[in-house]
């Protein structure tokens, strides 16, 4: 079994609503579809997240043909090992792992569906019968708000998510609907994407810890160097995670060994490879950390690799990041369970153990064609 074609699809989807960060403003997500196909005519899937630009994304994952072509789908790490050494994109660090992840996940469905198997079983079996996921709270008037809340503790959720760094006195008024909404056993997670200095990070984290008691609070500050968040951890009442800074295998590395977090937010995206990924949350989990998986903003596919690959860690937090909850469509036959509550059981499909659904995929790359990337900084109204 060789690998002999690839082909790439910019696909967009849109949100139901926007999103809003201190970061970003965006209206939906522009992923690119990797497809390999081998010489015996089976198909492996993959998703490729964007960096700044959808475009640069197709051009590295495009860079991979000559390591790919001819090649053993089971021969992945060698594969990494010349796109990013012999091909150059060591020295685009970031843009290569967020497209050769897309091509690594291909990859693995491959192996798996010729093994038979789905992931998690070829990372050694599932450690947990399913999954937890966050309910992702945007910023709306009081009434919205409480709107989403009421969902979420309808559905089962038990983690909400919201972002912060913007507006202190706002984000304080959301809090204290949110937790009067939601009750006092649920889970309340902030994330300021890095938006505050280490003195506001800390008094704002004390009030609103005793005032809300804050799950973890995700990048508060600069995350590298990792100094300001051990400045910060030493003072915090609430646990820390990092998800900025983790922009590869040495700084996720030194975030573990200097004890920079409680929590690491991270993906195969930040890193490159899922064996990679796996590696460094057992590194973590032998230093008492917990793995939230990350999300750029997903399809089916991303999500249910992130799936494969929490059922296998061992250090696999409650309230893991997902957008299925506010995606407009998706490229499979299937809608995900992430779609309408918390909670993912063990996929027992070969490979991903999804199936994409090739009219959708073509739908969602035409719109891509159409409308160009939905881009990170897109509106702010």
């Known amino acids: 079994m060789r690998i002999a074609k690839l082909e790439t699809f910019p696909v967009n989807i849109a949100y139901t609503r926007l999103e809003k960060s201190a ?52 021969e992945g790490e060698a594969i990494a090992r010349d796109y990013f050494i012999t091909g150059g994109w060591q020295f685009q660090a ?75 006195a706002a984000e304080e008024a959301m809090l204290a609907l949110v937790r009067d909404c939601i009750g006092p056993s649920r889970k309340i997670r902030i994330d300021p994407n890095q938006a505050w200095t280490v003195p506001q990070a800390a008094a704002l984290i004390a009030r609103w810890h005793a005032r809300y008691d804050i799950d973890f609070v995700e990048g508060p500050v600069l995350a590298r160097p990792f100094d300001a968040m051990l400045d910060l951890k030493a003072r915090s009442p609430a646990p820390l995670c990092l998800n900025e800074g983790l922009w590869g295998v040495p700084e996720v590395i030194e975030a573990i060994t200097r004890r920079a977090a409680d929590y690491l937010c991270f993906s195969p995206y930040w890193v490159g490879t899922v064996r990679r990924f796996m590696m460094l949350a057992q590194l973590a989990a032998a230093q008492g950390m917990l793995v939230c998986k990350h999300t750029h ?85």
């Open 297 to 381: 903003g997903e399809f089916g596919l991303a999500a249910a690799l992130g799936q494969h690959l929490c059922l296998a860690i061992p250090n696999a937090s409650l309230g893991h990041q997902q957008t299925a909850q506010m995606m407009a469509g998706d490229i499979l036959a299937e809608r995900l369970p992430i779609a309408d509550g918390p909670r993912w059981g063990i996929i027992e499909g070969a490979g991903l153990g999804v199936t994409l659904d090739e009219a959708k995929l073509a739908a969602a790359h035409e719109a891509y064609r159409r409308n160009g990337a939905f881009m990170p900084y897109g509106t702010r109204d």
């Open 94 to 168: 970031t843009t290569g792992n967020f497209a050769f992840a897309g091509i690594d996940m291909a990859l693995w469905d491959l192996c798996g569906k010729a093994a038979g198997q789905p992931i998690h079983r070829l990372l050694g079996g599932p450690l947990r019968d399913s999954v937890d996921y966050f309910y992702y709270l945007q910023w709306g008037s009081a009434e919205d708000v409480a709107a989403q809340c009421e969902d979420g503790v309808a559905r089962g959720y038990q983690v909400f998510y919201m972002k912060a760094g913007v507006d202190e």
């Open 23 to 74: 970061l970003i403003a965006r209206a939906g997500v522009s992923d690119v579809v990797v497809k390999l196909t081998t010489d015996d005519g089976l198909v492996g899937w993959g998703e490729a997240c964007m960096n700044s630009e959808t475009a640069g994304i197709v051009a590295a994952v495009e860079a991979a043909r000559p390591f790919l072509l001819g090649r053993s789908p089971w």
